[in-house]
């Protein structure tokens, strides 16, 4: 007990006298502010902090350290990549075509502030199985972002395919594994993925336990997400809607006086082709008359009208007989039918319409409904049909407009890298059938109609669709407007009512083409005015609609009435701050229970098995704890596993917890805690430490803070003789285990040490340096020097992962990693002789050093070897270096008056330094 009073040491000391052991000998300061540092940040300590925690370490000198390294910004980038190996991180979805994942560095920003802010695990444990489901979600009020809506990323991270099981089965069923695998091991520690084709052969989980689980995630919805607060961009949005009604308001006068200076006999004329025009084109009554006068002109004005009106009659009686009206979002939401995104706008009045780039700023008007554009392309947003099951008919008849990659889309079983995707790029309303697949019954279908922030399938892979630039993929731009939705049995496509044309030719009796023009301008003019005020119909505003395509009225942007106006909406639209979605879940549906796959077989199903949770949590024997909701289950499977009563939930932190302090986890399989998992090196310790994080709240830091107050952290990494021989792989943990830093911390200690990290934090990744790029596949090269930024943000591509990083064991981000590999290998020592982020930033390196004012190169050497290495550097040990860069020095052909100028000579150095064990590893 002279060693320490402390319960964790107590517990370790215990164990090593049990064995004839003893503890080690305390590390000194130096090793330790290193330790500490690398330990909660991921970086080595700067020199002020070498300065100031090392000249005299006290127990509270230690307290100080420990609490500045956990409010160090950069703990949180720390520990978020210890969690991203668990959930299997990646910025991109593999396969053939690596699709890039929506959102995913959202969700790494995300777990930098949750870590940052010591968020309470069992809340961030919530957020990630139903953040989307909370009813009190955490907000980040300075970001204007609903945080527990990016939790449910965790499930649409690591490998998922194209296509959907209607195509080629399977595709859903291999997601559904691998959110099962992930959850159970993330979580729980445990391995229900085993129990896919039947019963877990070590653990008691149950094949009907596994697709109780399926149930659950498989009656969510795998979709996007928009994770804003409403207010985000509210204050904009309502100055532009004023603006924009300026704007109407002087592009109606404008449209007035054209009409009346264009709308006559000579520009009639002009415009009309040799082929007859058809019925409902604007241009069609003149089309008929305008080779006609006197009596002749006025029979067959006559003869229009009686034909207008027994058209729009059998119209009318083919649409009621032939289609059945689903959704009218004219006067708001539609039962079943469900929306997200800021662009979201229920259009009561026909005649909104989106700005467009280019010298034309208008291309046509909206027909009341639902819509994205009504105030800018750059606002996002989506719609989603019912499950096409429950919609009556065969096929699905939508009145839509849309562009700039929006998109329809057919989801079937939640496969959401669907191929039935296809783009609109129509400005003009158009019939678009759908078909139901009513000849699938079996499977979970429903529609979207979606802009391109809000897709979860976009970018899409090569070849889907048209080929993309750089600008359409990142410009946020994109559009769609649904008037109405019928259901029918058949393909065709509603006929078109002619209401304003029977308008136009009740109007008068024109015996001449005079008199035809003037009631041409007149009808014209009073439908530009019912749409000023807002009580143009829907039939009208396709009159417009066609009037747009005419050079009869102003679009050009350079109207000097219309100009400024115009500019001054443009000027809002760039203050829109863009969308943040993310991939995620969301529980459109009732719940629906998962048949068994019969030996795990997709063509052989068994009973529907109701959604539930394991019975190893269950009382009375029950076989499965029942969800009562009626919904996916998911709120409630958060409960359970977010539960105090969980006996796995907290102790497997706890685990990870103590695994990334020390090296290896009291068990030592942190993501296997069954049967084939480690048995706990110190079982009552995990227990103690297990209901000291619970009773504190559930606080990472509370727990990191403890472990690191111990004498058994503390300790050097001297070993005996006599411990080496009875406890070799230092399971009780004799002395502090000296290790090899993890790949992103050996880079970012390059950057470091060398001064050039660039130390923000958050935003999107950048591509690692590659020696060869695949255009089809999106795996292009990023900077050598990563832009100097954390190794956090580099992006992680499944199909290709960043080869400096995976040389040095970043885990495969296909599946969820516990621990990661440590190998010792040639291509390791190759890759720090070789690899170009190596010599680059060695060469920056060597180019800052050389601009310093030292003359002495032996006081250079020796600073340079104290950032490497984070301590005092012994005399014979500098001297050994001196001799080296002399040596250098001859074979670069320098002399004693330019060796401090010498930049390849000190890049040399750096290089070197870069290369020695004691840099990559912590002692």
Not at 357 to 368: E, R, T
């Amino acid at each position: 007990n002279r060693w320490s009073d402390h319960p964790i040491d107590q517990f370790i000391l215990k164990s090593l006298r049990n064995a004839g052991l003893n503890p080690a000998k305390p590390a000194d300061p130096s090793t330790l502010i290193r330790r500490l540092s690398f330990t909660l940040t991921g970086l080595p300590p700067t020199q002020s902090q070498r300065e100031e925690f090392t000249k005299e370490l006290t127990e509270q000198s230690w307290k100080t350290a420990v609490q500045s390294y956990l409010d160090s910004p950069h703990f949180g980038e720390r520990f978020a990549r210890h969690w991203m190996d668990v959930v299997r991180y990646t910025d991109t979805y593999g396969y053939e075509w690596d699709v890039p994942a929506k959102g995913a560095w959202r969700y790494r920003d995300y777990l930098i502030r949750a870590f940052n802010s010591d968020v309470p695990y069992d809340q961030l444990v919530r957020e990630q199985i139903a953040g989307d489901l909370l009813p009190e979600p955490r907000i980040d009020q300075d970001l204007q972002l609903i945080e527990s809506h990016i939790g449910p990323m965790f499930y649409q991270l690591g490998e998922h395919r194209h296509g959907d099981s209607q195509e080629f089965e399977g595709i859903h069923q291999e997601m559904l594994d691998n959110k099962i695998d992930a959850f159970s091991k993330a979580f729980q520690g445990l391995t229900i993925a085993c129990a896919r084709c039947h019963d877990h052969k070590l653990d008691p989980i149950s094949q009907a336990e596994y697709y109780a689980l399926a149930g659950t995630f498989m009656s969510s919805r795998w979709i996007s997400r928009t994770v804003d607060l409403p207010e985000r961009n509210a204050a904009i949005m309502s100055q532009l809607e004023l603006a924009k009604q300026k704007l109407k308001q002087a592009m109606a006068a404008v449209w007035i006086e054209d009409v009346k200076a264009k709308i006559n006999i000579q520009n009639l004329d002009g415009i009309q082709p040799p082929q007859k025009l058809p019925i409902g084109d604007i241009n069609h009554p003149w089309n008929e008359i305008y080779k006609l006068e006197g009596t002749a002109l006025k029979d067959h004005w006559l003869k229009l009208l009686n034909s207008h009106i027994s058209e729009d009659k059998k119209a009318e009686e083919f649409n009621s007989a032939n289609y059945t009206l689903l959704a009218d979002f004219r006067n708001g939401p539609v039962d079943g039918w469900f929306t997200d995104g800021q662009g979201i706008k229920y259009i009561k009045t026909a005649g909104e319409f989106t700005l467009q780039p280019g010298d034309h700023f208008i291309k046509a008007l909206m027909l009341p409904g639902i819509a994205t554009s009504s105030l800018s392309t750059k606002l996002n947003g989506v719609l989603r049909s019912p499950l096409t099951r429950d919609i009556p008919g065969n096929f699905l008849h939508v009145s839509l407009s849309g562009g700039e990659q929006a998109a329809y889309r057919t989801v079937i079983d939640n496969a959401f890298l669907c191929e039935k995707q296809t783009f609109l790029a129509t400005d003009r309303y158009q019939w678009k059938a759908l078909n139901l697949f009513k000849d699938q019954p079996q499977r979970k279908t429903f529609l979207e109609f979606t802009t391109k922030t809000s897709n979860p399938n976009f970018p899409p892979r090569w070849g889907l669709g048209t080929k993309l630039t750089e600008a359409m993929e990142t410009s946020p731009h994109s559009w769609f407007s649904i008037n109405k939705i019928y259901s029918a049995a058949g393909p065709g496509i509603p006929h078109k009512r002619l209401s304003p044309f029977i308008t136009l030719l009740q109007s008068g009796e024109p015996k001449s083409k005079e008199e035809a023009a003037t009631l041409y301008q007149n009808w014209l003019i009073t439908i530009i005015k019912a749409w000023a005020v807002g009580t143009a119909t829907d039939e009208q505003v396709q009159v417009l609609n066609n009037l747009l395509q005419t050079p009869w009225i102003t679009k050009s942007r350079n109207h000097a009435t219309l100009k400024p106006l115009i500019e001054k909406c443009d000027q809002l639209q760039q203050e829109l701050k863009t969308p943040r979605t993310v991939n995620s879940l969301a529980d459109h549906d009732g719940g629906s229970d998962y048949k068994l796959n019969i030996r795990g077989s997709y063509y052989e199903l068994g009973e529907a098995i109701p959604r539930g949770y394991l019975r190893l949590l269950a009382e009375n024997n029950q076989k499965t704890i029942p969800f009562s909701s009626e919904g996916s289950g998911r709120l409630e499977l958060a409960n359970l596993v977010a539960s105090a009563d969980n006996p796995l939930t907290a102790r497997v932190y706890v685990n990870r917890i103590w695994q990334w302090l020390f090296g290896t986890g009291l068990v030592d399989t942190p993501s296997n805690f069954g049967l084939l998992g480690g048995r706990p090196s110190h079982p009552e310790l995990l227990d103690w430490l297990t209901q000291q994080f619970i009773e504190h709240d559930w606080s990472t830091k509370t727990l990191i803070r403890e472990i690191l107050s111990t004498q058994t952290w503390r300790q050097s990494g001297m070993t005996s003789l006599s411990a080496s021989e009875h406890d070799p792989t230092n399971r009780l943990l004799h002395h502090f285990p000296t290790r090899r830093l993890e790949a992103e911390a050996i880079g970012d200690s390059m950057l470091a040490t060398s001064g050039i990290l660039e130390r923000q934090l958050y935003g999107k990744p950048h591509n690692p340096f590659r020696t060869a790029e695949d255009e089809m596949k999106r795996l292009f090269s990023g900077p050598i020097d990563g832009n100097r930024r954390r190794m956090i943000y580099t992006k992680v591509t499944i199909m290709e992962p960043s080869k400096f990083l995976a040389t040095f064991n970043t885990p495969d981000p296909k599946i969820p990693t516990g621990a990661r590999d440590i190998t010792n290998t040639p291509s390791q020592a190759l890759t720090l002789l070789n690899h170009p982020f190596v010599l680059e930033v060695a060469s920056q390196w060597g180019q800052r050093v050389v601009m310093t004012q030292e003359e002495d190169p032996r006081r250079r050497l020796e600073n340079m070897l104290e950032q490497a290495y984070s301590r005092e550097i012994d005399p014979a040990e500098l001297n050994l270096w001196h001799s080296t860069l002399l040596k250098l020095s001859d074979l670069r052909g320098a002399t004693p008056d330019t060796i401090m100028k010498d930049q390849q000579l000190w890049t040399d150095i750096a290089h070197t330094i870069f290369n020695s064990k004691e840099f990559i590893y912590v002692r």
